[in-house]
């Protein structure tokens, strides 16, 4: 069975040596966190002196999007030039004194076309667009879909044998309880979370070897996401945040009608609906 890692090893992994030789793409199922790396790692002193390029998603890109053709007539050459959102140019470069690594996150690579990817390849493959090669100790990881959740990723074999790929599990509700207090999420939905913590199941607990093997997912947590049901919505980590964002909103703009103080607010049947509604149309 693969072995799953936590947000937390992740982080300690792209901040290995490992991460500076060899590009790494993180799997793992949508909703779960998987960009939260990036900000996690980009606020850690370890990368203070790198510069942190905005997350890319991979889908959103196209022609020109990675390097453009520039002509030297003089010489009778054409020279590939970096996009600007890379952060490697003429002057921030490999060999140039004064250059600053650069900490790439590239979102859904496996979702991008076929074209892309092999665009994309030499970013991840040698650190490098064109002829302009990134800062020595530059960092460039990527996160994509888990391809049993039939949202359209993959990568050809032959392309996932010069990558590090590592699995990522959801986290577990205590982990995730220690996370939504340090950002200030609202109390309403981590009480629910106490409440009903098998919203951090995963559909992995019900393929074989996992804890609930024996069980019909379909039956026994119909919350969470099914990859082998048609699901308008469904429960994880990015709609328990929605769902707090909303409550956190609605919250703020009761005000009462008279000096007398409102009766109290049962907010757990709303935040059930929430927490499963927010994620439609969300699986990324």
């Not at 460039?140 to 590592?166: K, M, Y």
């Not at 804890?211 to 699901?231: L, W």
């Not at 409102?262 to 439609?280: A, C, G, Q």
């Amino acid at each position: 069975m693969t072995m799953l890692l936590s947000t937390a090893q992740i982080v300690s992994l792209i901040k290995s040596p490992l991460a500076k030789q060899r590009t790494i793409i993180i799997e793992g199922e949508n909703g779960i966190g998987k960009t939260g790396i990036y900000h996690a790692v980009k606020s850690d002193p370890y990368f203070a002196n790198h510069i942190h390029i905005d997350p890319i998603d991979c889908t959103q890109l196209s022609d020109g999007s990675v390097w453009m053709p520039d002509l030297d007539r003089e010489l009778g050459v054409s020279r590939e030039l970096p996009n600007e959102r890379f952060g490697v140019s003429k002057t921030n470069q490999k060999g140039v004194n004064g250059s600053r690594p650069v900490l790439i996150f590239l979102d859904e690579i496996a979702k991008a076309r076929q074209y892309i990817k092999d665009v994309l390849a030499p970013i991840a493959y040698e650190h490098r667009v064109g002829n302009y090669h990134f800062a020595e100790g530059s960092v460039v990881f990527c996160a994509t879909n888990l391809s049993t959740e039939g949202l359209g990723d993959s990568i050809q074999a032959h392309l996932r044998n010069r990558l590090i790929f590592v699995r990522m599990r959801k986290p577990t509700q205590p982990e995730w309880r220690t996370w939504a207090l340090n950002k200030g999420l609202s109390a309403e939905v981590i009480a629910f979370t106490d409440e009903y913590t098998t919203v951090f199941d995963s559909f992995l607990d019900y393929e074989d070897g996992g804890k609930y093997a024996d069980k019909q997912m379909h039956k026994h947590n119909p919350m969470i996401f099914n990859p082998r049901e048609s699901q308008l919505a469904y429960a994880s980590p990015r709609s328990l945040h929605g769902a707090s964002d909303v409550v956190a909103s609605a919250a703020s703009s009761v005000r009462p009608s008279s000096p007398k103080a409102p009766e109290p607010l049962s907010w757990e049947p709303v935040i059930h609906r929430l927490v499963v509604f927010l994620s439609k149309g969300c699986a990324r």
